[in-house]
């Protein structure tokens, strides 16, 4: 279990470096989760990540914090799945409206964020 969220780290890092070489591409992620069904679909996904989180979390460096991510990914997931649409889609559309230089800041985070996964394993 300690590989996937390994692996999650990875992918985390990966995205974040995207972000801060170019910062609109979170704009069009956003777009895309607009699209169909994909925000509840993300929330069916994010319940079983919390899961193999919890699992994994005795395992890691960082237990605590592999914890603290495995419960906000279920909880993450339960809500993409009861909030209305119009809501979620004015929480992505208040993200979308933000400048170049807080896109970048939010890649940073992200890199960051990812190795903190990373080592953590």
């Known amino acids: 279990m300690t590989v996937l969220v390994k ?3 990875i ?4 995205f974040g470096i995207a972000i ?8 069009n992620y956003l777009s895309f989760c607009k699209k169909g069904n994909y925000l509840k679909i993300g929330g069916i996904i994010a319940i ?3 899961i193999i989180f919890l699992i994994a979390a005795p395992g890691c ?3 605590w914090l592999i914890t603290i991510l495995g419960i906000w990914s279920i909880i993450k ?6 909030i209305s649409k119009e809501k979620l889609f004015a929480y ?5 409206s933000k ?3 807080v896109l970048r800041i939010l890649g940073i985070v992200t890199i960051i964020f990812g190795g903190l996964l990373i080592y953590s394993v």
């Open 7 to 9: 692996l999650f780290g």
């Open 20 to 27: 801060a070489i170019k910062p609109l591409i979170i704009n």
């Open 61 to 63: 460096r960082l237990a």
């Open 77 to 82: 997931g339960v809500l993409l799945l009861v």
């Open 99 to 101: 400048s170049l230089s």
């Open 48 to 50: 079983p990540f919390g």
């Open 92 to 96: 992505l559309d208040w993200w979308q």
């Open 11 to 14: 992918f985390v890092l990966i």
